[in-house]
């Protein structure tokens, strides 16, 4: 089965430095997103790219961080310059559309450590 | 805002047990609902879903059924394995942006023993 794959599965960094996480979304996939998830609270949405640019993205994807997909297989989440508060599991997640009921596919996930 | 609640967890069942994992959830428009599971050192994985009201999502002896009158989808499975031990997430997709956006509950941890 066609799957979302994440590299690094993880990462320690020091404040300050930039970090890139890389995800391969599904080959047929149309939509690609981020989401991340602090340890023991919710995942939450970060950004939503469609059609080379972001559709749609949330307070937390301030200046810092920014999305790019630089071939036809792989979409980036950077960090600019990372703070301790951006240690987190970041999801890479790809589908096929977004109508109704459209499914998410997950891949499983870069954790993050920034000390 | 979107939102969606959770039952708090860890929820610790014996093997063969009944299982209620509750959510419920605020929306504008017409949401579609989504259980995710999660098992120990994996990614999110679709276990169901539901688009509209009353549909019931089932899979591997899961089901939920979208309420709307309650705005809830309650997760259940009439017989836990060992094998179900992982952690739960209800979520729901506002489907009114360019693309589909999940909004996660908190995750409920289940636990099932011999």
């Known amino acids: 089965e066609p799957e979302v794959t994440q590299t690094p599965s993880h990462q320690v960094t020091q404040m300050g430095q930039e970090v890139i996480l890389r995800c391969v979304p599904i080959?047929?996939?149309?939509?690609f997103y981020w989401y991340r998830q602090i340890l023991g609270q919710k995942v939450e949405f970060l950004v939503s790219?469609?059609?080379?640019?972001?559709?749609?993205k949330s307070e937390i994807f301030d200046d810092q961080f920014s999305v790019e997909r630089p071939d036809g297989s792989n979409f980036t989440l950077k960090i600019r310059s990372t703070k301790l508060e951006d240690s987190a599991m970041y999801f890479c997640a790809s589908s096929m559309d977004r109508g109704d009921g459209n499914t998410i596919y997950f891949g499983e996930g870069s954790w993050l450590t920034v000390v | 805002g979107d939102s969606v609640t959770q039952m708090e967890g860890p929820v610790t069942l014996s093997e063969e047990a009944f299982l209620t994992i509750n959510c419920t959830y605020t929306a504008t428009g017409y949401p579609s609902l989504f259980w995710y599971v999660q098992y120990p050192g994996e990614g999110l994985q679709l276990l169901l879903k539901a688009t509209k009201a009353d549909d019931k999502g089932s899979n591997k002896g899961f089901e939920a059924t979208y309420r709307k009158e309650t705005t809830s989808f309650h997760l259940e499975k009439g017989s836990v394995q060992v094998s179900d031990s992982a952690v739960y997430f209800c979520a729901l997709s506002d489907n009114t942006g360019t693309a589909s956006k999940l909004t996660f509950g908190t995750g409920t941890r289940l636990q099932v023993t011999l």
């Open positions: 080959s047929n996939h149309l939509y």
């Open positions: 790219f469609y059609n080379n640019e972001i559709s749609e």
